[in-house]
């Protein structure tokens, strides 16, 4: 059975003739130029103009000419020449794969590693993430994230300014690239998350708006007027993103997808743009028989997003919990500024373990309204924690990551909160070795006058709350200062830090109770004064426990032990001196008190008597 295959933009079919669609209701002639030649396009129904012809090879550049303007194409899958410059034709029938027996991994065993493929590595492309494949697979991960990858101005960018959704970056090496890391990553047991954007595009290079109604005034978001998912002609708007999740799953391989701040997309439709990328999906994946994922990025604390279409959700699989984050990075000692001032603490870090989100129906102060929804018909599974990541990183004005703000100590309590959750846990790259290069905030644009406006945005960003000045985003400096320093993994102290994330990441992949990312059988013990949580990990149906310990303060603590447990047997303790830290014995165990040191986890399994 032939799968579909993409037909929006430049494509081959299999006897290798190029057709080509391309929706441009407005217009009055649509021509493509290529190889000397001026080919007119027939104009279809719904605003869609169309030919085949072949004219028109594999690799060859092309423009549209929308009523004699050249443009590139906006559905273009390589812009070699930049985005300013012609497209060039891709024929994916060319390909080869050699991943067809690899098979997704369940949800609840993704452990997720977040990258950006710019600063990862020295090479800086999708070879120089392959080249480091070893360390992650001896790491214990089992699905990266990629930061966007869509084409953006010049050769440095975090990706959300991406401007050809379809095309990818060249310098990271384009389309073929990312297909042979995809490749790597499964034949090593790693899944591919990539990190798309639809609520807006980058505001240099986006044709998007000569090409028909892309755009409405009817909505207004952070980036200027919204993309058009309901408005007056916005079929083609629809179509063009639904197709392009499609074919990262179908073309690319990729195995699920994050979608960029979803609570920016505006849609009053009946069904909803999230709704309808997620049936379609569905599609897919019965005819493919292949597993994919959408796992949102959402600051709503709807659960609506995370619940299934059937039930009137939109339907994507998991979200981020950012709150988890915030309530974390407050507890450990974070300055109560801008979001941060949300949040009380551990308090609602125990919340947040309970219920995911903490504001569900309360009065937000920052946000001044109530706030939020509760979601106990959600599964752990359905939520993404961390202790950090790109934007808490990089939206600082120096780009400070948690090694350069926390001790050591802290660094191993904060990956031990993350892995005991009942949720999906993920890194940010360079964290297991504490990282101490900066993730800054990078472009590379070409237009003097954006340049200037997004360098004055910045400054203005962080005027009231620092002194001083903030990193130069368009300096080839503030991109290299963020690449990863690997020569650290040497050092004994990120050695020690690394073997404390593949204890973490074993006994999380070992044990059952912890897998499966049950939250009907999580209790919660808060010790508000002493700044400490005692947490019992369960199995609906099993009398098996892990306990974990998480002593936020810089004094020891002694915690009871939980009632009615028994057949205490030690798993991991932060604070010993094979991780770097200053114990030599196991912990004090005093009836049924444990003692436990300054900023420190320790955990046991047990049974409940």
Known sequence: ?????????????????????????????????????????????????????????????????????????PASLAQPLGVHGPSQAIDFHNDTWHDLNWVNHPLNEYIIYEIHTGTFSNEGDFDGIAKHIEHLVGLGITAIELMPVAAFPGSRNWGYDGVFPYAVQHSYGGYEGLRKLVEACHQNGIAVILDVVYNHIGPEGNYLPQFGPYFTDKYKTPWGDAVNFDDNGSYGAREFFIENALMWFRDFHIDALRLDAVHAIKDFSAVHLLQEISTRTAILMAQTGR????????????????????????????????????????????????????????EHLAKSYQEAYVYTELFSPERNRIFGKSAPDCEGKQFVVFSQNHDQVGNRMLGERSSQLFSFEMLKLFASAVFISPFLQMLFMGEEWAETNPFQYFVS???????????????????????????????????????????????????????????????RKSNLVLKMCDRDSLKIHLYK???????????????????????FSAKSQSLPIPAGLTGLQLLLQSASNQYYGSETQAPQLEGHQLLITPTSFIAYSATYA
């Open 1 to 73: 059975m032939h799968l579909p295959e993409r037909n929006i933009g430049l494509n081959f079919n299999r006897e290798g003739l190029a057709t080509i669609r391309v929706w441009a209701p407005l217009a009055k002639t649509l021509n493509i130029s290529v190889n000397g030649l001026t080919l007119p396009l027939i104009k279809d129904d719904l605003g869609y103009w169309t030919l085949t012809t072949n004219e028109i090879q594999h690799g060859d550049y092309y423009w549209l000419l929308l009523d004699d303007q050249q443009l590139p194409d």
């Open 291 to 346: 597993v994919h994922y959408l796992i949102a990025e959402s600051d709503l604390n709807d659960p609506r997003y995370i619940t299934a279409v059937s039930a009137n959700g939109m339907g994507m699989n998991a979200q981020w919990a950012d709150e988890f984050h915030h309530a974390l990075r407050v507890t450990a000692g974070e300055e109560k500024l801008g979001y941060y001032s949300d949040f009380s603490g551990i």
């Open 445 to 507: 644009h070409t237009d003097p006058e954006l340049v200037a406006l997004v360098r004055k945005g910045r400054s203005e960003e962080f005027s009231a709350m620092h002194q001083g000045d903030a990193p130069d985003p368009q300096s080839e400096d503030t991109f290299l200062n963020s690449k990863l320093n690997w020569n650290l993994i040497q050092e004994p102290r990120s050695q020690a830090l690394i073997k404390y994330y593949k204890a973490l990441i074993t006994l």
């Open 529 to 551: 004064e002493q700044n400490c949580l005692v947490i019992e990990r369960g199995l609906t149906g099993s009398d098996q426990v892990i306990l974990g310990f998480l002593n």
